[in-house]
């Protein structure tokens, strides 16, 4: 009897329940290891029937190839996936040493970002007084080019040394103020040139008074009034210019008032 058939009748036993579980589970590994004995006295050169153990190992051969990552872990057995994953673990170990390498120590401080150099018009800038009313242009440092437009001093007069312009304004109810501080650098005072330059382009036609180093100058037409401070505070020289209704008689201590604020910051000399 075959050793398949000494299992089916195996089965049916137990079916039939002539034999217990125990039984046919012991009968059947006799008849496997029974078989298993004849097996491996078939001749080695039989097709069909070499025994498990005298099969040959199978020999993996890799040929490394460029395919994409998808179709490498697809269908290129064990021994292409182990390679890949080694190669991965050393790149991703590279990669880990370069960045150790490259970022700094702790033992060795970072040096902290140098702020650029502030300038004497920028600082200059937070010692103003604050206008009152609402402001239209807060402080800031102007090119000094842009004087002769403002219609302060003519092209000639900014020194190369000038740090710059300080321009600041703003509008008090109908009266507008404007506050212009010029860094003369290296170069003379120019509290003259800006009171000349004022009556020559027909800003002013007053003739300028001063009081305690401040000079002021003025003119009216078409209804409205305007007036000019001008004076030097060491390497300054400041300009304070104020206009409103031709009716307003309070626009000169306007003026004067707010002149006593600035000289706290800016000392006339």
Known sequence: MA????????????????????????????????????????????????A??????????????????????AGGGPVKRSRVLVGAMAVAAVGVGVWWLLSPSDSEPVAAPVAPPVSAAEELMGKLPALPGTVVSPPAVLPTSLGPQLGLYSREIPDPTSSGLVNTSAMDGPRSLAVNVLDNGTGPD?????????????????????????HVVGAADHGAQRLRAVYRSGR????????????????RPYLDAFVSRTRIALPAG
């Open 52 to 73: 498990r153990e005298e099969l040959p190992e199978p020999v993996w051969h890799y040929e490394p190839r460029f395919v994409d990552g998808e179709a490498l872990f």
């Open 3 to 50: 050793w398949q058939d000494t299992l089916r009748d195996l089965d049916d036993r137990l079916a039939d329940g002539d034999i217990t579980s125990t039984e046919h589970r012991r009968l059947r590994d006799e008849a496997l290891a029974e078989a298993s004995g004849e097996t491996r006295r078939i001749a080695a050169d039989s097709p069909v029937f070499l």
């Open 236 to 251: 300054w020289t400041v300009s304070i210019t104020v206009s409103g209704p031709e009716a307003d008689q309070l626009l």
């Open 190 to 214: 120019h509290t003259q040139a800006l009171l000349s330059f004022a009556t020559t382009t027909g800003w002013a036609d007053a003739p300028a008074s001063a009081t305690d180093g401040v």
